[in-house]
């Protein structure tokens, strides 16, 4: 019998020992729990150096978030995501990155198509409501295996609303990238490094006067008023930074910007 095994990541714990109990009945399931984002990770890079890698992941949407009576989950500046809310998802997108073959199932409180867009963005191949049976999250857990993605069935339009309406701002964000000279994608992508104006002159070879001028333009050409904004826009078209080590040292002053002037 091929058995599967499958991480638990929540740090409710009763809910994950409970859970872990359940699928641990079935007799083709091996099953550990894991109580943060951080023990998840070392019980993958042990299971992998000990040649017994995990085949699925089950992550917590909201995991590290406290669970006040009502309202939004929000926590110190330091440990939150987009909106100041934390979740899972990095945790997902921290998974996806070390490049193994395990498949990630979000387990979320409720239905949210914006959260379950993310969560396919990072990696994610199936979402599922905590009050679900256990034989339909056996029944995900066996269908991603087959490398398929579940959502709910409620979900599915709102999500693909989601991913239609992400691509779309893509699609506007690269083509005003496009629109730039090759010089002045260079300078953005010094830029999105979080370089300043003489730090750029330095590593371009030009002088801080041109490097105003293009830093002006690639402002003018993306239809932004801040540099900020120009590096956000910059990172949903997906332009990385310039790479610092592979010219050698540089001079990396910091971007300061004075209402929407660029110093």
Not at 130 to 136: C, N, T, V
Request: glycine fraction near 8%.
């Amino acid at each position: 019998m091929v058995r599967i095994r499958v991480l638990v990541v929540d740090d409710h714990r009763i809910f994950a020992e409970s859970l872990a109990a359940a699928l641990a009945a079935e007799p083709d399931v091996d099953v550990a729990a894991a109580g943060s984002g951080p023990a998840a990770l070392r019980c993958l890079e042990r299971a992998a150096s000990e040649n017994r890698a995990y085949d699925v992941i089950l992550v917590d949407a909201e995991l590290g978030a406290p669970r006040p009576p009502s309202g939004p989950v929000r926590v110190p500046a330091q440990n939150t995501g987009e909106n100041g809310l934390v979740d899972g998802i990095s945790l997902v997108a921290g998974i996806r990155s070390l490049r193994t073959p395990v498949r990630t199932v979000v387990l979320a409180e409720k239905d949210d198509p914006r959260r379950a867009a993310l969560a396919l963005q990072a990696g994610a191949c199936g979402w599922v409501a905590k009050d679900s049976s256990l034989q339909r999250l056996l029944a995900v857990i066996r269908g991603v295996l087959r490398d398929e993605t579940h959502l709910p069935p409620a979900l599915l339009t709102g999500v693909l609303r989601e991913l239609m309406a992400d691509r779309k701002h893509r699609t506007e964000s690269e083509r005003l990238v496009e629109s730039l000279t090759p010089r002045e994608q260079e300078v953005l992508r010094c830029m999105v490094a979080g370089l300043g104006r003489k730090a750029v002159a330095e590593r371009l070879y030009l002088s801080p006067h041109t490097v105003r001028t293009h830093m002006q333009n690639v402002l003018g050409k993306l239809g932004v008023h801040s540099t900020l904004a120009a590096v956000a826009l910059a990172r949903r078209a997906g332009v990385g930074p310039v790479d610092l080590a592979a010219e050698g040292p540089v001079l990396t002053g910091d971007v300061v910007e004075r209402g929407s002037q660029l110093a």
